[in-house]
């Protein structure tokens, strides 16, 4: 089992920064491959970047790629998306997800365990 507990999320001007954070417990951290998706009302569940479990490997989402950065640290068993020039459409739910097996990174059924989501809302 694993527990995920996101923060960080909140209100930002078009072009400000935000870092989320996602913390983890119970299965060993450096075991497995985590994610950040988001979700808009209505629609599904967008990929946005995900880490190998060492954090020597990243994958991130054509749509936030030179913007978006995500990172891990496993001493402190948390995983980091750190956000730059935010635009108004970035305004959504992001969630972290955490793969123990395989599956394509991108693909959300590949992730076994979700955190609750935090909101990001970034105002023009």
């Known amino acids: 089992q694993v527990q995920l507990v996101e923060s960080g999320g909140g209100l930002v001007q078009a072009g400000g920064s935000l870092r989320l954070s996602c913390a983890a417990s119970?299965?060993?951290?450096?075991?497995?491959?985590m994610g950040w998706f988001r979700q808009a009302p209505g629609k599904e569940r967008e990929f946005v970047a995900a880490?190998?479990?060492?954090?020597?490997?990243?994958y991130t989402a054509d749509s936030v790629k030179g913007r978006f950065t995500i990172s891990r640290d496993n001493a402190q068993n948390t995983v980091y998306l750190q956000m730059n020039s935010l635009k108004p459409e970035d305004t959504v739910v992001y969630y972290c997800?955490?793969?123990?097996?395989?599956?394509?990174?991108?693909?959300?059924?590949?992730?076994?365990?979700w955190g609750q989501g935090t909101q990001v809302t970034v105002s023009s």
């Open positions: 997800a955490a793969k123990t097996g395989r599956g394509t990174y991108y693909y959300t059924p590949s992730y076994d365990y």
């Open positions: 880490v190998n479990w060492s954090g020597g490997s990243t």
């Open positions: 119970g299965r060993t951290f450096s075991s497995y491959a």
